[in-house]
Structures are given as C-alpha cells and as structure tokens.
C-alpha cells in the first residue's frame, strides 16, 4: 500500500519558521505532482503549496512570499519551508501526492495531517 507520512509540525511563535516534510513509501512507479493543503476549524480545506515533476511551483495568495514548497525525487519527499509564520497559518496541513502505480494506473493519495500552531 501507498502510504504519506508528515513530520515537522508543531507548536511555535509567531514570526517563526517551520519545516514539514512529507515522504512517500511502496510500490509506486513514479510521483507525478505533489501539493501542500491546509485545513482549519470550521472552514474549508484550501490549497497552500504545490509543485509539478518537472519543479514548477504554485502558491495560496495567503502564503505567497512566506513559505518555499521543494522537492527530492530521489527520495520520494516533498517539503514546505514556512516562514514568518502568522496566527492565521494554524491549521492541520496535509500532504497529498498524484502517482502512477504502473504505467496505466494513476491514483491520487493523502497523507493523516500535522498539526501546525502558531501562537500569538
């Protein structure tokens, strides 16, 4: 089974820095684009970060100029550097990654979520 695990998370001051890191594990022929989402309390889930194969980047309007989405293709990992974190940014942050299992099977997959806080 593909699974996605986060790490990284936690509790920090506002106007601090974090890094997540989300790596991919089986059998998996290669991972296509990988994207960074966040969800808060009572509202929806929104797209943070996302990067294409081939290292093409985007941004939420919210985040733009803070935080860095990167990846390694070697070792199934991508990565989102926050920087200047804001109360706002607290949320549950999913990783979730679009693979090709075999050369004529796609699936998309989600990571369990890492809880970043960011007090006041």
């Known amino acids: 089974q593909v699974q996605l695990v986060e790490s990284g998370g936690g509790l920090v001051q506002a106007g601090g820095s974090l890094r997540l890191s989300c790596a991919i594990s089986?059998?998996?022929?290669?991972?296509?684009?990988m994207y960074w989402y966040r969800q808060a309390p009572g509202k929806q889930r929104e797209l943070v970060a996302g990067?294409?194969?081939?290292?093409?980047?985007n941004y939420g309007d919210s985040v733009k100029g803070r935080f860095t989405i990167s990846r390694d293709n070697a070792k199934n990992t991508v990565y989102l550097q926050m920087n200047s974190l804001k109360s706002e940014d607290t949320a549950v942050y999913y990783c979730?990654?679009?693979?090709?299992?075999?050369?004529?099977?796609?699936?998309?997959?989600w990571g369990q979520g890492t809880q970043v806080t960011v007090s006041s």
């Open positions: 990067i294409t194969s081939g290292g093409s980047t």
């Open positions: 979730n990654a679009t693979v090709w299992l075999t050369l004529a099977r796609r699936r998309d997959y």
């Open positions: 089986g059998s998996i022929f290669s991972v296509n684009a």
